[in-house]
């Protein structure tokens, strides 16, 4: 049986972050993305300095997801000005939730969504919103089954070349 356990990732666990974002993110989406357009946009975004960046904004929460020793997934939640759409009022933004390819199916998944629930909850948010790229069905199901529905679409910049994604949220 898998023990997960989820905690707050801080600016001393910066290297294992990039490490968690960037495998995560190779896993979900290089097979789908031509080589130069991926490694540019890893390249700007989960750079160090970057993600320090990130880490340290105050509207910005990262949360790792753990099996024992191992980082298996990672959440970031946003609100305010650090939300990547100004679309929606008192609502806490889903920007990131990924696990490592290995642990995906297994409804571990869900510790991750329902952190971000709670937390929206705890900071007494009405909506919680999020994107997922159009040819994610897995992910767009998931979310569906939690709740969330299309309410709008975006322009996602993969690199240089433009990807088309779903805006779903969720009332609470």
């Not at 290297?15 to 700007?44: G, H, M, P, S």
């Not at 696990?99 to 629930?117: C, E, N, P």
Request: charged content about 30%; proline content about 1%.
């Amino acid at each position: 049986m898998i023990k997960n356990s989820i905690r707050l990732v801080d600016q001393s666990d910066l290297e294992k972050l990039q490490y968690i974002a960037r495998q995560t993110f190779v896993e979900a989406f290089e097979a789908e993305n031509t080589k130069q357009t991926f490694n540019k946009y890893l390249d700007e975004n989960f750079s160090l300095d970057h993600l320090k960046m990130e880490l340290e904004n105050p509207n910005s929460t990262f949360y790792f997801l753990e099996n024992k020793t191992e980082i298996i997934g990672y959440l970031k939640v946003n609100t305010d000005e650090a939300q990547t759409e100004q679309c929606l009022s008192n609502a806490l933004e889903v920007e990131r939730i990924y696990l490592l390819s290995k642990y995906r199916g297994q409804s571990v998944g869900t510790i991750l969504m329902d952190k971000a629930l709670s937390i929206a909850k705890d900071l007494k948010k009405e909506v919680v919103w999020l994107g997922v790229w159009e040819h994610n069905p897995s992910s767009i199901k998931f979310y569906q089954k939690y709740g969330f529905k299309i309410f709008d679409k975006h322009i996602f910049l993969m690199g240089d070349e433009e990807q088309l994604d779903f805006l779903m949220k969720l009332k609470l």
